[in-house]
């Protein structure tokens, strides 16, 4: 069956780096467009990252744009997301997705979901 397991989330100060990593399986990742989504507390998810199948094209959400990378490797069916310079408001249960289409920045596009990982920038 299609599992998105994501992993590497914690506790950061200010300023701190963070990579988080989404391994794929039960489908042909390299056939998928991938992509994060972030869900703060009593805030609706929200796109942060974007990577097309082959990972020559990226998409980011403007907050991000020079802080974070979005990168896949599809011989381990796994896609990062590497995150520096991190604030407060980047505090947020942290979601991978797969999407049937080249590369796309729409929730509702996506067809596979994990089931989060945890990231919280505090002193």
């Known amino acids: 069956q299609v599992q998105l397991v994501e992993s590497g989330g914690g506790l950061v100060q200010p300023g701190g780096s963070l990579t988080v990593s989404c391994a794929a399986s039960g489908f042909t990742f390299r056939s998928y467009g991938m992509g994060w989504f972030r869900q703060a507390p009593g805030k609706e998810r929200e796109f942060v990252a974007a990577?097309?199948?082959?990972?020559?094209?990226?998409l980011y959400t403007d907050p991000v744009k020079g802080r974070f990378t979005i990168s896949r490797d599809n011989a381990k069916s796994t896609v990062y997301l590497q995150m520096n310079s991190l604030k407060p408001e980047d505090t947020a249960v942290y979601y991978c997705?797969?999407?049937?289409?080249?590369?796309?920045?729409?929730?509702?596009?996506?067809?596979?979901w994990g089931q989060g990982t945890q990231v919280t920038v505090s002193s």
């Open positions: 990577i097309s199948r082959t990972g020559d094209s990226t």
């Open positions: 997705a797969a999407s049937g289409y080249i590369i796309t920045t729409r929730e509702r596009q996506y067809a596979y």
